[in-house]
């Protein structure tokens, strides 16, 4: 998880441990690993994997190669005997161009039958043999896929389409932070706008109008988070992805 590699190579023992030479292999998926983390882990000498499963697929689909090219960023490319679609969000029936967001739908060997005992929760995932993943990545020119963020996270805001992981990405970038995720909250003009939840590192002191700052260097303006949040921690499930929907519940109940 890119949550326990994150705490593992910032630990304040990272660096007497020597861990290039007491790990061969970090490999990552459950969640998109920021790209700054990324090449931290390579600066520090460890060789690194990224790749995309879900339980619906038995945990595989696409991956790096781990002989062969391997792009910074990217989920890789389908594992043998996998075929993988990128279609439009809206309707699920068109692929779409290369170069584009779309959902990934998978069909594989890989893929389960279906859900226990629930019918009506296989009828809206699995349709004409296709897993609906509820994923939205892009296609490059060499096939490779890379992971944009969940369908259910995207916030609309004032008509444009936000996709949190980018935000979370330019967050990682600023030094005083170790842990970032933004989230769609209402607003009553905009319909969404972008609130930002901070966990800083160690020792470290920042403000909200330092951290909105950082990021309208990186982002355009309707990008750019409209609130910031510092906290301890994050709320994390029990394998270390964060979860956005109890923050966005937290939101929602301030509203009440």
């Known amino acids: 998880m890119p949550t326990l590699i994150n705490a593992l190579v910032n630990h304040p023992k990272a660096t007497e441990l020597d861990l ?10 459950a969640a998109p690993m920021p790209v700054e983390l990324i090449e931290q882990i390579r600066d520090m000498g460890i060789f690194f994997g990224e790749g995309y499963g879900l339980t619906e697929s038995t945990s595989l689909a696409i991956s790096n190669p781990i002989l062969g090219l391997k792009k910074v960023g990217s989920i890789g490319i389908p594992f043998p005997d996998t075929d993988v679609r990128l279609v439009d969000i809206q309707e699920g029936k068109e692929d779409v ?7 990934i739908i998978i069909k594989s060997p890989l893929i ?75 607003d ?6 972008v609130k930002a939840f901070i966990v800083l590192k160690k020792g470290e002191t920042a403000t909200a109008e330092e951290i909105i700052a950082f990021c309208k260097e990186k982002l355009a303006a309707y990008k750019v988070p409209k609130s910031v949040e510092f906290r301890e921690s994050l709320p994390k499930s029990a394998i270390g992805k964060v979860l956005r929907k109890i923050l966005r519940a937290e939101e929602e109940a301030k509203k009440k």
């Open 112 to 186: 389960m039958k279906e859900y226990w005992n629930n019918p009506q929760e296989t009828a809206g995932q699995l349709k004409n043999g296709w897993l609906y993943t509820g994923d939205i990545a892009m296609q490059d020119e060499d096939g490779y896929f890379f992971i944009i963020d969940r369908k259910k996270d995207m916030i609309i805001a004032g008509g444009f389409n936000i996709y949190p992981r980018e935000i979370d990405e330019v967050l990682f970038q600023h030094p005083k932070i170790q842990e970032a995720v933004s989230v769609g909250i209402a």
């Open 20 to 29: 290039a030479k007491k790990l061969g292999l970090l490999n990552s998926g």
């Open 188 to 193: 009553p003009y905009r319909g969404e706008t």
């Open 97 to 103: 161009p290369q170069g584009h967001p779309g959902e």
